[in-house]
T-cell receptor, first 116, second 114 residues
Framework: AQKVTQAQTEISVVEKEDVTLDCVYE???????LFWYKQPPSGELVFLIR??????QNEISGRYSWNFQKSTSSFNFTITASQVVDSAVYFC?????????????FGSGTKLNVKP | DGGITQSPKYLFRKEGQNVTLSCEQN?????MYWYRQDPGQGLRLIYY???????QKGDIAEGYSVSREKKESFPLTVTSAQKNPTAFYLC?????????????FGPGTRLTVL
């Protein structure tokens, strides 16, 4: 079974729309980290956010916000008022204390297309 | 500026040849990682290293080899035993101390087997 599931393969929105990218994870560890990365067409993965399993506070950074819910094992990412520059592939990832946080389990990614 | 560099950006290889992908970091990070990404797919871990002269296999190590002779460098060799090496290869590094568990990535090397 996949440890990180991003069910949305591709999403298309028009600029200024809000969009939510879903991430569901699976782990037996009580201590773990969740991450979101952005991969623009250039290919390099850009780190967006880290959240540990003991901190369920939602976070907002500009137009970006993240909703972490342990009860549903989800760590969703919302972009408010999307822009063309947000077009990229977004990956959710999980690392666990069991393997000293060395193995990152990546989801298969969600490709976001923001049209002008 | 601190960061991770990978070279070359594009690499072409004939079947049966070994090739080495370079990864260097000046972030003073302890751990380094190699991932493979196929079109439309997520990242799969090839090898990782937490300290100099030590490394562990990831999920898809067959056909690859690595070395970690210096903290800053973690080269990946794609051998002729790797049956389908055409892919995008990403190197990453991570600081082991403190609460900073994210991995930082280099720009990647796109390998094509002709």
């Amino acid at each position: 079974a996949q440890k990180v599931t991003q069910a949305q393969t591709e999403i298309s929105v028009v600029e200024k729309e809000d969009v939510t990218l879903d991430c569901v994870y699976e782990t037996r560890d009580t201590t773990y980290y969740l991450f979101w990365y952005k991969q623009p067409p250039s290919g390099e993965l850009v780190f967006l956010i880290r959240r540990n399993s003991f901190d369920e506070q939602n976070e907002i950074s500009g137009r970006y916000s993240w909703n972490f819910q342990k009860s549903t094992s989800s760590f969703n990412f919302t972009i408010t008022a999307s822009q063309v520059v947000d077009s990229a592939v977004y990956f959710c990832a999980l690392s666990e204390a069991t393997n000293n946080f060395n193995k990152f389990y990546f989801g298969s990614g969600t490709k976001l297309n923001v049209k002008p | 500026d601190g960061g991770i560099t990978q070279s070359p950006k594009y690499l072409f290889r004939k079947e049966g040849q070994n090739v080495t992908l370079s990864c260097e970091q000046n972030l003073n990070h302890d751990a380094m990682y190699w991932y493979r990404q196929d079109p439309g797919q997520g990242l799969r871990l090839i090898y990782y290293s937490q300290i100099v002269n030590d490394f562990q296999k990831g999920d898809i190590a067959e056909g690859y080899s690595v070395s970690r002779e210096k903290k800053e460098s973690f080269p990946l060799t794609v051998t002729s035993a790797q049956k389908n090496p055409t892919a995008f290869y990403l190197c990453a590094s991570r600081k082991l101390a403190g609460d900073y568990n994210e991995q930082f990535f280099g720009p990647g090397t796109r390998l094509t087997v002709l």
